[in-house]
T-cell receptor, first 109, second 115 residues
């Protein structure tokens, strides 16, 4: 059974204080690892897809990396508008996504 | 802009009522999914469909059923609503094409409260 564990559950940052979110996974036949951002009361929005160990993707202040067992989402010099819940999901051969419980990030000005 | 549209943002229903949650996508996606999201538990798959009139159980199908009569529409049915079905319900769709690496496209969610 595919398993995805995200840590920490919650992260409180001061504006400009860089940090990282962790997503560890167990899956047979990884097709892709996905990061989503979810604002309160809304559906998740796509951020990144990573396919193989060593791959990195960047978007503004966010950078996602992938190893064979985990992925990291690095937030560099965060701003209050980066406050959200960040979800990690893995996709195996059957096209279904298995999600972690998410990390809720709060950035204070 | 491609979209997954859920018919209601907020719903309040009484225990024992039959509840219909509707989801429509305009991307011609083959796959559609229903999840529920609860604090601390993340997204849990209820049902999914790979094709019209086709459905498969997810991880927590008890108390739910689905219908997919047309490719663009996937309905979630709560046969007899109970208070433990109070949750955020998320619909999503995806394509089987390998050149669309977005995983799922999600709707905005329906916050269902059963009283």
């Amino acid at each position: 059974e595919d398993q995805v564990t995200q840590s920490p559950e919650a992260l409180r940052l001061q504006e400009g204080e860089s940090s990282s979110l962790n997503c560890s996974y167990t899956v047979s036949g990884l097709r892709g690892l996905f990061w989503y951002r979810q604002d309160p009361g809304k559906g998740p929005e796509f951020l990144f897809t990573l396919y193989s160990a060593g791959e990195e993707k960047e978007k503004e202040r966010l950078k996602a990396t992938l190893t064979k067992k985990e992925s990291f989402l690095h937030i560099t010099a965060p701003k209050p508008e980066d406050s959200a819940t960040y979800l990690c999901a893995v996709q195996a051969d059957d096209y279904k996504l298995s999600f972690g419980a998410g990390t809720t990030v709060t950035v204070r000005a | 802009d491609v979209k997954v549209t859920q018919s209601s943002r907020y719903l309040v229903k009484r225990t024992g009522e039959k509840v219909f949650l509707e989801c429509v996508q305009d991307m011609d996606h083959e796959n559609m999914f229903w999840y529920r999201q609860d604090p601390g538990l993340g997204l849990r798959l209820i049902y999914f469909s790979y094709d019209v009139k086709m459905k498969e159980k997810g991880d927590i199908p008890e108390g739910y059923s689905v219908s997919r009569e047309k490719k663009e529409r996937f309905s979630l049915i709560l046969e007899s609503a109970s208070t433990n079905q109070t949750s955020m319900y998320l619909c999503a769709s995806s394509s089987v094409r390998t050149d669309q690496p977005y995983g799922y496209t999600f709707g905005s969610g329906t916050r269902l409260t059963v009283v």
